[in-house]
């Protein structure tokens, strides 16, 4: 079992930028594929990022394409989301997951395969 806790949210003005860090504890971080998610008012949770577990292979929902950049660090226990060029519906709540029990190039997308969740952090772009 792993526990997740999400942070570096905050207000930020359209075109600027965040790094968000979520970090790992528990069972050995490299054993999870990890993916970011986020969830809007009143829409439901998009998938946003994801890395594999050896961090070699990561795959992006084509809205944040080319400005957000997931990445990992094993030996920190921690996965990253630096999102530059930010616009303002790129306002929620995000919450990194961990998905167990995939080889190490594998990326995960569907939230229903994802085993554990943060509580998430709240990002707010303002136009």
């Known amino acids: 079992q792993v526990q997740l806790v999400e942070s570096g949210g905050g207000l930020v003005q359209a075109g600027g930028s965040l790094r968000l860090s979520c970090a790992a504890s528990g069972r050995t971080f490299s054993s999870y594929a990890m993916g970011w998610f986020r969830q809007a008012p009143g829409k439901e949770r998009e998938f946003v990022a994801a890395v594999s577990r050896s961090g070699g292979r990561t795959y992006y929902a084509d809205s944040v394409k080319g400005r957000f950049t997931i990445s990992r660090d094993n030996a920190k226990n921690t996965v990253y989301l630096q999102m530059n060029s930010l616009k303002p519906e790129d306002t929620g709540v995000y919450f990194c997951?961990?998905?167990?029990?995939?080889?190490?190039?594998?990326?995960?997308?569907?939230?229903?395969?994802?085993?554990?969740w943060g509580q998430g952090t709240q990002v707010t772009v303002s136009s």
């Open positions: 997951a961990a998905a167990e029990g995939r080889d190490a190039f594998t990326v995960v997308e569907d939230g229903r395969d994802y085993d554990y």
